[in-house]
């Protein structure tokens, strides 16, 4: 289980409420659409990736749609 990265009481209850942040961490789930798919997020490429997790709560698809697949990653 991923240990979400701390934030302010009042922006921890925002993206709760937004996207349900707290939760899906908790559970090694993306955050729920159309944030996140809401689906598994337990496999990430690299220590990076994983921490992005814990403070957006994007699993790794979702976080390669929103920021990218990095450049080695496309030349594969």
Do not use: H, W
Request: with cysteine; net charge negative.
């Amino acid at each position: 289980m991923a240990k979400e990265s701390e934030k302010s009481p009042v922006l921890r209850e925002f993206l709760q409420e937004l996207a349900g942040r707290s939760t899906a961490i908790e559970l090694d789930m993306c955050v729920r659409a159309p944030i996140g798919c809401g689906g598994p997020a337990s496999e990430f490429r690299d220590a990076i990736s994983r921490r992005e997790y814990a403070i957006s709560g994007l699993c790794q698809r979702c976080q390669d749609s929103v920021f990218g697949v990095g450049e080695e990653e496309e030349e594969n």
